[in-house]
């Protein structure tokens, strides 16, 4: 229940008007990696973007897009042992980062930028706009992501519904 949610709420997010890059597919693969088991975190993301970019459009980086959100994911469950508000603002930003570094090599292997030292140099340099936006979406939706599912498990945990939510 809470996978498939997850999958929802993130290619509905990514279909409504955004900032480019102010989407919540980082912080949604972290909380899976918390939340979820291994096998339905690592489905989570990669279902999520398959989805959303069958029709947002396909490119030659999603192999390296996709495979961040994996990393991402096994961050997350690192992060399982690491639930402070201090654990999930450093996640966010190691996420960020990891996504930034992974992505804009991607780009330049890919050939959208000349296969030189100067061009990939030139790529992370033009790509810190976007780690910049990523990186306070990802935070951004990371406090609301655990803080509501935190608010929720501790009204619920002695009720019958921490079954079904928790």
């Known amino acids: 229940m809470l996978a498939i949610s997850l ?3 993130g290619i509905l997010l990514r279909f409504i ?5 102010f989407t ?3 912080a949604i693969a972290l909380f899976a990696g918390v939340y979820l088991n291994k096998r339905q975190a690592l489905i989570v993301p990669l279902l999520l973007m398959v989805i959303s970019d069958i029709f947002l459009g396909m490119h030659n980086v999603v192999i390296f897009t996709w495979g961040s959100f994996v990393l991402v994911t ?7 042992n690491h639930k402070t508000f201090k654990g999930i603002v450093s996640t966010s930003l190691v996420s960020s980062f990891l996504f930034y570094l992974i992505t804009n090599f991607g780009v330049w292997a890919m050939g959208w930028y000349p296969q030189t030292a100067k061009g990939l140099l030139d790529c992370y340099i033009l790509g810190l706009p976007f780690l910049r936006v990523f990186s306070v979406a990802t935070l951004s939706y990371a406090v609301v992501f655990f803080g509501a599912y935190e608010l929720i498990a501790r009204r619920v ?3 019958k519904l921490a079954k079904v939510l928790l």
Do not use: E, F, M, Y
Request: net charge positive; hydrophobic share 50%; aromatic share 4%.
């Open 17 to 21: 008007p955004h900032t480019a890059n």
């Open 74 to 80: 096994l961050v997350g469950s690192w992060a399982k």
């Open 7 to 9: 999958i929802i709420i």
């Open 157 to 159: 945990r002695d009720t």
């Open 24 to 26: 919540p597919v980082a």
